[in-house]
């Protein structure tokens, strides 16, 4: 178990924000489209460096995109040929925290048409999603992407954050996640919980107030008395 201090900030959270990618998701949503798309081994490549922070997310991210040029079509096709599938627990876990009281938040450095659906299947509003929006051109090809959200760009989770605590006044409020971008957003995260139960990142697990590799680790602390 973690710091008793942790643990009572788990289980008083107002707001809970969880990255989705290898967290939410068993999946990378960018590296499953890169490799609809035939170019797989240099967008993981990317990828991987951007989560273990040897790679400023923005510069990853636009890289990745100029590389996989993701049209309507292609989204489409690849979201009908592989669902966007919740990990292990993630239901559960969001239904305990809800009854507990807390708001629920994904976000996520990858892009809505994949986030979405998730988020739905989880019952979380479109409001508390925040995620990548693409452009398109009118014939639906790739046409960039909206470089000022916040989750474009580097501490980009940091800054969601912290406009939901100046703007709701949560807290504790936590952070969940894989990566170093989500390692990042402590503070304004009052604990950040490192989740292992897809991948194991030796800075997250070193840095992190609480590391677990099984979200039923989560729920029983929630269910303790």
């Known amino acids: ?61 636009h890289a990745r995109l100029a590389i996989i040029r993701p ?22 876990l969001v239904s305990c925290l809800r009854a507990n009281g807390a708001q629920v938040y994904l976000v996520s450095g990858g892009f809505e048409p994949m986030i979405l659906p998730l988020a739905k299947a989880l019952g979380v509003p479109a409001s508390h999603v925040f995620a990548n929006r693409l452009h398109f051109t009118p014939e639906g090809e790739y046409a960039g992407f909206d470089s000022q959200r916040p989750t474009a760009q580097a501490g980009g989770k940091g800054a969601v954050l912290f406009r939901l605590k100046r703007q709701f006044g949560y807290h504790p409020l936590i952070m969940v996640g894989d990566g ?46």
């Open 1 to 61: 178990m973690p710091d008793p201090a942790v643990l009572e900030g788990w289980r008083s959270a107002q707001a809970v924000c969880f990255d989705v990618d290898s967290t939410v998701s068993p999946e990378e949503g960018i590296d499953v489209l890169a490799g609809f798309a035939g170019v797989a081994p240099q967008v993981a490549e990317l990828t991987r460096r951007a989560m273990e922070g040897g790679m400023p997310f923005h510069e990853a991210l």
């Open 71 to 92: 049209s309507l079509n292609l989204i489409s096709g690849c979201l009908a040929a592989h669902p966007p599938r919740l990990n292990v627990g993630i239901s559960q």
């Open 180 to 225: 170093a971008t989500d390692l990042e957003a402590k503070p304004p995260a009052d604990v950040f919980i490192g989740y292992g139960g897809i991948v194991v990142r030796e800075k997250v697990k070193a840095q992190a107030d609480w590391f677990v590799t099984d979200f039923g680790e989560l729920i029983a602390a929630l269910e303790d008395p």
